[in-house]
């Protein structure tokens, strides 16, 4: 079997720079899985290697592929595959655990100490066909559109942020309305949050984040998060703060409205190492700073699974733009703009 594909490849280590290769797709090793994209997403990784920022040039060594996100349809299947075969749905897990170190057997898969990464694997999903480890795979269930599948990765880091603590009945702010944000604020909406406050710098994604279930929205160029908050809101203070925008500002300024005893959860990496006032917040208010990496696995798959069947429409929201794949370079300007919420390619 010989199948040509093309794909989005980061070319140099330089801002921007990205390129459509055409190159064949070489024989299936035993447990690898030959998918048909259907859409992939942009995920917040993708620009950062697209913009090359710090991290970037010290994580990633170009040309790689890129896109990790993505629903598509098995096609072709290795030797020893035998858990999907051809014509499956399938999205996928972007973490890979060992099975066997001590994090994998207290049920910890995700935070592995030899954790594999897709996006460290020369794969990439911005393309017309990828070859993925089947243990990677996970098959979408009937009952969620195929159009679904690519939110299922991204969807679950905010699933597990607003899972990990109790939100019914709270108050709970949302710090940054990228799509970590937002779906954050719609699944903070479908689990039974109180008022739910969101912030961002982008009057596109605040009013997206209405759209989704926000009660108020402020930007923080123009007032203080105390000054934005509506008077029972400023009198009673957060009992829940996801917090997707790396900015250490926002952060100081939601913990300085967290009421004692509430709950914090990063969903994002702060943008430099910062200090806070341990006395003041984490001993004499007892709140609670918690971090999220990925999704757990298997379960926030699960709970993506339950929550796209009940809340999928709405959820779909937050995919604002869908281009062909050949316009990939006019795709990644757009999500670096603020301008958009989720944005999906479609080969
Ligand atoms: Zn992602
Ligand atoms: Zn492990």
């Known amino acids: 079997m010989s199948i040509d594909t093309r794909s989005v490849f980061k070319e140099a280590a330089a801002p921007r720079s990205l390129g459509l290769r055409r190159q064949p797709i070489a024989a299936l090793g035993p447990h690898d899985v030959l998918v048909r994209i259907h859409s992939a997403s942009i995920c917040g990784t993708d620009l950062h290697i697209y913009k090359w920022n710090e991290w970037a040039a010290h994580s990633y060594r170009p040309p790689l592929p ?3 996100e993505f629903g598509g349809t098995v096609v072709g299947t290795g030797a020893a595959v035998t858990r999907v075969h051809a014509g499956d749905i399938v999205s996928a897990e972007t973490h ?3 099975g066997e170190c001590r994090q994998c057997r207290l049920g910890r898969g995700h935070t592995c100490d030899n954790l ?33 599948a690519t939110m299922m990765e991204p969807l679950g880091v905010s699933v597990r942020a607003v899972t990990e603590v109790s939100v019914t009945g709270a108050n709970v702010l949302v710090v940054g309305c990228g799509p970590i944000g ?7 909406r479908a689990y039974g949050a ?6 961002d710098l982008a009057a596109y994604r605040r009013a997206l984040a209405q759209r989704l279930g926000a009660d108020v929205v402020a930007d923080p160029a123009r007032q203080s998060l105390g000054d934005a908050m509506p008077a029972q809101l ?3 203070k957060f009992d829940v703060v996801i917090e997707t925008s790396g900015s250490e500002q926002a952060f100081q300024d939601a913990l300085a409205q967290t009421r004692k005893g509430g709950d914090i959860v990063f969903a994002s990496l702060p943008e430099r190492s910062f200090s806070i006032d341990m006395a003041r917040h984490v001993i004499l208010g007892e709140i609670t700073l918690r971090g999220v990496y990925g ?3 298997d379960q926030t798959w699960l709970q993506v699974e339950t929550l796209l069947r009940t809340h999928g429409p709405q959820l779909a929201q937050v995919m604002t733009h869908r281009l062909p794949l050949a316009d990939f370079d006019a ?9 958009a919420g989720k944005v999906v390619l479609q080969p």
């Open 66 to 68: 890129l896109g990790h």
């Open 234 to 236: 400023a009198r009673e």
């Open 194 to 199: 109180g008022r739910i406050m969101a912030t």
């Open 295 to 297: 999704r757990r696995l």
């Open 331 to 339: 795709a990644f300007a757009l999500a670096a703009s603020g301008e």
């Open 96 to 98: 890979l655990p060992c």
């Open 116 to 148: 594999r990464l897709f996006s460290r694997m020369g794969l990439g999903c911005f393309a017309d066909h990828t070859v993925v480890p089947e243990a990677l795979l996970r098959l979408v269930p009937d009952g969620i559109a195929v159009d679904f």
């Open 182 to 188: 937002l779906f954050a604020v719609a699944a903070a």
